[in-house]
């Protein structure tokens, strides 16, 4: 299979790189505008190719279809938060580029197209969401979400691509030094000794999904699932941000012997109160079975946060909890 993955650069990508390089018949080439950095790590592998441009540029965007048998869409502008403060340009990457990938797919023959959605798309409904929910997104992050799956749907039944948008809960893992979700800003404040921020009374809850689960989500979406579908993808499990907090504290202060204490910062907007997704049709459809529980997750992946070098800048402020 020759793949395509966009926004290939940054966490999920380095995580699905590892995941995919050494399956045999994959070849996988990259399309990324750096906005996440350089080539690190699993994506350093010499039988990757990596191509610099934009989703936005529909000439990149169809040099790097051409010769492919299927694309998982990931780059997007991301971050309920950001969203707010830049809503046109969030929507003008996440929903226009989308379309541009769209196309590209259809002109170059490609079978199958995997969209990265977010639980943050149906939004302000109770948990556990499930894809009979009416979506209502709070942020223009969820909004452009759902209009990607929207387009994907349509293209799959106007014109016969195979597509299949998955919507990722809040997921954590290694790689994730740059990103400002909650568990990577938590563990970014412990190296440094915290405090770590908890936005508003910290009741609102998350399912928090390790990206080894993800990644597999991702590897049985490209062989398997109802072209047209969307479909959760998380632990199935509900964490309070507080919680959390607690749990990163408590592992921390076990490894390194010291305090790490945990402060309190103003609620931000579109933080909705609850979140956790049913992942029984992406079970049923697809075979997905998460199998990294969140202790487990949380372990491995601070004990790559702390093997990075002394310097490396991690955790950037501005997480704490939104549903990305």
Known sequence: MRLLVTGGLGFIGANLAAALADRPGVALRILDNGSAGRARGPLLDPRIEIRHGDILDASVVAAAAAGTDAIVHLAAATGVVESFRAPREHLRVNVDGTVILLEAARAAGVRRF?????????????PPLDEGMAARPVSP????????EALCTAWARAFGLETVSLRFSNVYGPHAEHKGSVVAAFLGRARRGGPLLVHGDGSQTRDFLYVEDLCDAVRLALERGRPGSVL???????????????????????????????????????DVPRNCASIACARAELGYAPRVGLDEGLERTWAWFRALPESAPVGREGGGGGAE
């Open 141 to 148: 992050y969820g909004a452009g979400k759902l209009a990607g």
């Open 114 to 126: 995997v969209f990265a959605s977010s639980n943050a798309a149906v939004g302000a409904q109770p």
């Open 232 to 270: 959760h993808i998380g632990s199935g499990q509900e964490t309070p941000i507080a919680a959390l907090a607690k749990r990163v504290s408590r592992l921390v202060e076990a490894d390194l012997g010291i305090e790490v204490p945990i402060g309190v910062a103003p609620a931000r907007p579109g």
